[in-house]
């Protein structure tokens, strides 16, 4: 079987600042799924929940006096990649022109950009800070991180809500195959912002008590992925491979969240005859389940026609909300259960977001 290899995975979350926290308190059912409590939400009762990472510590990945100066996001982005080149085993000195990164966001550079045109709004444009700008677009944390890290590869960010994460892997294996990079920092992050939680609630896309919808959510997490070879020559153990990725788009509004069965159906068949493995081979579905009724439904079904056998299955947005930044977790998860777990053989993640972005990828042992 081909595909590049997975040396090392890392995750950051509103249930803990690294894979193994955020793992340990999946096992046993938590959630970060809470109220918003904000003075400046609208005086009304039916806000929807949010999982927000309450209080970060960015050290030691990075100092104080350093991460003040950054978006959340890409403090978020910074602590994760340290923590996935660490769990690889990676050392960056001598291979910075062949290490690249690809993150995808749906709202790195929220904070900032809210705070500018506050202050621009309300004072005026020259009492604007000139510090906030860098970090109000969504490219900050993958250069953040490659800047910190000293990353002179291939520097991609994939703005693609909720399948950016899969996205960027399904682009990252085309760099490693291509001979662009040797290794390649893989991932998402994302911030919450109350302005992007009050926008999501006016266009009736999160959950309330009265509608069904997703929660948003933030953090990052990052794998660390490596041509094979290359993996290799430096003596790195292989956690995972990267055995397919691909997509199914549909032509849907970007903000319509809906799906046909037989298309979902369709996206993760597709993946396993991609890898070579059978429904009977995999161990777990990394479901996108995510909280919408429309979507959810259409994801059971096609889960119901792929698998004549029901799989175990996992939905981690319920605990730790969406955004793309949950797809890099799921990735995350599934490369730490393979590695632990010489029986689960294969597992299947999907990513169905909006706008009929649908994507599954098939991780294997290596």
Known sequence: MTGPVVTGASAVTALGRDLATTRAALAVGRSAVLPVESPDLPDRTDHSPAARIAAFTPEPELPKMKARRLDRASQYAVVAARQGIADA????????ERTGILLGTGSAGAGPLVEMERQMALESPDAASPFLFP?????APASVTAIELGIKGPNVTITQKDAAALNALFYGRMLLSDGRADAL??????EWNLQYHLAYERLHATRTARRSGFVLGEGAACLVV??????????????????????????LSPQVRRADAARLAEAMNASLDEAGVPPAGVGI???????VAATDDAEA???AAVFPKPPPVAAVKEAIGENPFAGAVQLALAV?????????????????????????AVLTRP
């Open 185 to 190: 920092l893989v991932g998402a992050a994302d």
């Open 89 to 96: 085993g990676y050392a960056m000195t001598g291979r910075e």
């Open 135 to 139: 970090y109000t677009v969504s490219n």
């Open 226 to 251: 490596e041509d094979e070879a290359a993996a290799r020559a430096r003596g790195a153990a292989a956690r995972a491979r990267v055995a397919s990725v691909v997509m199914r788009p549909a032509a």
């Open 301 to 303: 079904a096609a889960l």
């Open 336 to 360: 730490a259960a393979l590695h632990e777990n010489p029986a689960l053989g294969a597992v299947l993640v999907n990513a169905f977001g909006a706008g009929g972005n649908f994507m599954c």
């Open 285 to 291: 579905v990394h479901l996108s389940r995510n909280g």
